[in-house]
C-alpha cells in the first residue's frame, strides 16, 4: 500500500464523530433564527448577549444574519464546581461591559441541558432593569432538563440526550472548530 493511497484522519474527519447536523444544516436555520429575530426587534433597542466560550460561533452567525441595528456584549459564567455536574451556584467569571437597563436582551448559548446555570444567569440578569430578556440557543437537549420552565425563545434544533460538540461546542477545548454539530462515538476516545 502506497503511502499516497493512506487518507490521513483530521479533526473535520474523525471516526469518532457522527455527523447529527451538517454545516450546511447550521446555516440555513441560523439565517431563519436571524430573520425571526429582525422581524421580532425592529424598531428595539437590542443587545445580544453571548455566554462564552461556547456560544461565540454561533453568536457570530446569528448577527450577521439579523439585519437590524444592535449591540452585542459577553458574559462568562461557571457553575461546575467539580467539573461535570452544574451545580446551579453560578459564579461570573467576566461581567458586561455596559448595562442593561432599558434594552431588549437575547441571551445566547450554545447548548441548554439541564437549564440550572442559564436559569440563575436569566435571574441576574432579570434584576438590572432590561425592558425583556429572551434567550437563543443553537442547541436545546430537554431530556436532562432540571429547571422545566426555562423557556428558549429562539431554538436552532432540539436535540437527543447524547454527548455532541462541534460548532463552538467542546471536550476539554477540542473541537470546536468543527464546522457541523457531531455526537462523539466513544467518549472514552474524545
Given at each position: 500500500?502506497?503511502?499516497?493511497?493512506?487518507?490521513?484522519?483530521?479533526?473535520?474527519?474523525?471516526?469518532?464523530?457522527?455527523?447529527?447536523?451538517?454545516?450546511?444544516?447550521?446555516?440555513?436555520?441560523?439565517?431563519?433564527?436571524?430573520?425571526?429575530?429582525?422581524?421580532?426587534?425592529?424598531?428595539?433597542?437590542?443587545?445580544?448577549?453571548?455566554?462564552?466560550?461556547?456560544?461565540?460561533?454561533?453568536?457570530?452567525?446569528?448577527?450577521?444574519?439579523?439585519?437590524?441595528?444592535?449591540?452585542?456584549?459577553?458574559?462568562?459564567?461557571?457553575?461546575?464546581?467539580?467539573?461535570?455536574?452544574?451545580?446551579?451556584?453560578?459564579?461570573?467569571?467576566?461581567?458586561?461591559?455596559?448595562?442593561?437597563?432599558?434594552?431588549?436582551?437575547?441571551?445566547?448559548?450554545?447548548?441548554?441541558?439541564?437549564?440550572?446555570?442559564?436559569f440563575r444567569l436569566m435571574e441576574i440578569l432579570g434584576s438590572r432593569g432590561a425592558n425583556s430578556i429572551k434567550i437563543a440557543s443553537l442547541l436545546d437537549k430537554?431530556?436532562?432538563?432540571?429547571?422545566?420552565?426555562?423557556?428558549?425563545?429562539?431554538?436552532?434544533?432540539?436535540?437527543?440526550?447524547?454527548?455532541?460538540?462541534?460548532?463552538?461546542?467542546?471536550?476539554?477545548?477540542r473541537y470546536r472548530n468543527l464546522p457541523f454539530i457531531g455526537v462523539v462515538v466513544n467518549p472514552t476516545m474524545a
Open positions: 500500500m502506497s503511502a499516497s493511497s493512506v487518507q490521513k484522519t483530521t479533526e473535520f474527519t474523525n471516526t469518532n464523530l457522527e455527523i447529527l447536523y451538517s454545516a450546511e444544516q447550521i446555516a440555513a436555520r441560523v439565517r431563519e433564527l436571524g430573520a425571526q429575530i429582525a422581524r421580532d426587534y425592529a424598531e428595539k433597542d437590542l443587545i445580544v448577549i453571548g455566554v462564552l466560550k461556547g456560544s461565540c460561533i454561533f453568536m457570530a452567525d446569528l448577527i450577521r444574519a439579523t439585519d437590524l441595528p444592535l449591540a452585542i456584549d459577553f458574559m462568562s459564567v461557571s457553575s461546575y464546581k467539580d467539573g461535570t455536574k452544574s451545580t446551579g451556584d453560578v459564579e461570573i467569571l467576566k461581567d458586561l461591559s455596559q448595562p442593561i437597563r432599558g434594552k431588549d436582551v437575547i441571551v445566547v448559548e450554545d447548548i441548554v441541558d439541564t437549564g440550572l446555570t442559564l430537554p431530556e436532562p432538563r432540571i429547571k422545566k420552565e426555562l423557556k428558549i425563545d429562539y431554538c436552532g434544533f432540539q436535540i437527543p440526550n447524547k454527548f455532541v460538540v462541534g460548532y463552538g461546542l467542546d471536550v476539554a477545548g
